[in-house]
Structures are given as structure tokens and as C-alpha cells.
Nanobody, 122 residues
Framework: QVQLVESGGGVVQAGGSLRLSCAAS????????MGWFRQAPGNEREFVAA???????SIYADSNKGRFTIARDNKNTVYLQMNSLKVEDTAVYSC????????????????WGQGTQVTVSS
């Protein structure tokens, strides 16, 4: 089993920045990829970004390219740096993990954190 715990959400004004963290524990030695997804009220869960476990390959949703950066350290933690935030970025952001390469599809990820709320005010 893999446990994921997100942190770093909060309220920020449009144009501001936030950094989300996701700490993985448990059976992490064979994890390959971790991703971030978000879900706003009334919307479906959507892909944000994902990275492989050694940080060599990352993928992004087109809406986030140039504003968001995903990165990882060597202590089982993945980060999502979000800059130039927009009101439409408001959502619950969830971290996910899988044992294969990064994927755009939430159904490919068997492990999920509880999520952290990000609210961007105008």
C-alpha cells in the first residue's frame, strides 16, 4: 500500500503563487510516477501534471504549461509549483501515484491522497 498526504493549499489572490507538496509513504520503492489532478465543484476531475519517480519525464495539461511546474526530491515528495494563478484554478488538488510511467488519466492511478483546497480570489 502507498499513502499520500498533500499539503500547501490555501487562499491566494489571482496572479499569486502556491506550492503544493505530496509526501508518499509505505510501499514506495517501486513507484514510478506521481501526478496531480484537480476537481472544481460541478466539474469532472482533470489532469494537472505528472512526473516519473526519478524526475526525468514530466507531462502537463495544456492549460497549465508555463505556469505550473512539477518536481520531486529524493525523499518521496513531489511538489507542484503554481504561478500566475487564475480564478479558474480554484479546485481541490489531489496527488496520485502509480507503478508505471506518468499518465494523463486519473483511472490509471490506484493511489490517491485526500486532497487540498486551492482557492484563487479575484
Amino acid at each position: 500500500q502507498v499513502q499520500l498526504v498533500e499539503s500547501g493549499g490555501g487562499v491566494v489572490q489571482a496572479g499569486g503563487s502556491l506550492r503544493l507538496s505530496c509526501a508518499a509513504s509505505g510501499r514506495t520503492f517501486s513507484l514510478v510516477a506521481m501526478g496531480w489532478f484537480r476537481q472544481a465543484p460541478g466539474n469532472e476531475r482533470e489532469f494537472v501534471a505528472a512526473i516519473d519517480w526519478i524526475g526525468e519525464n514530466s507531462i502537463y495539461a495544456d492549460s497549465n504549461k508555463g505556469r505550473f511546474t512539477i518536481a520531486r526530491d529524493n525523499k518521496n515528495t513531489v511538489y507542484l509549483q503554481m504561478n500566475s494563478l487564475k480564478v479558474e484554478d480554484t479546485a481541490v488538488y489531489s496527488c496520485a501515484a502509480r507503478y508505471y510511467s506518468p499518465s494523463y488519466y486519473h483511472s490509471d492511478y490506484p493511489y490517491w491522497g485526500q486532497g487540498t483546497q486551492v482557492t484563487v480570489s479575484s
